[in-house]
């Protein structure tokens, strides 16, 4: 079982930047992908960003070109960069992991951007 700890998360204006990070328990060596999903109230969960073990990337169209995903293997961390921040990337920021048969969320981290 992989813990996912996230922290980084607050409140922020808009045009602003947040780095939210995720530690794992264990070597994310082992994970096949990690990344970012986000809830914003009474809205489904989406994908934000991911990254598989051998550095492959995907964003979510509304994120491209303000987020960046990156991750440090000796840390066993994986960061999201968010940059010119908006009201609407309000949300619950979720790490994610997952390895074949199993996946693995963290608690959660609030992000509020202000107008």
């Known amino acids: ?39 914003a109230p009474g809205k489904q969960r989406e994908m934000v960003a991911t990254c598989t073990s051998g550095g492959r990337t995907n964003y979510a169209d509304s994120v491209k070109g303000r987020f960046t995903i990156s991750k440090d293997d000796a840390k ?14 309000t949300a619950v920021y979720y790490c994610y992991a997952a390895r074949p048969m199993s996946i693995y969320w963290g608690q959660g981290t609030q992000v509020t951007v202000s107008s």
């Open 76 to 89: 066993n961390t994986v960061y999201l960069q968010m940059d010119s921040l908006k009201p609407e990337d």
């Open 1 to 39: 079982q992989v813990q996912l700890v996230e922290s980084g998360g607050g409140l922020v204006q808009a045009g602003g930047s947040l780095r939210l990070s995720c530690a794992a328990s264990e070597s994310i060596f082992s994970l096949s992908v990690m990344g970012w999903y986000r809830q």
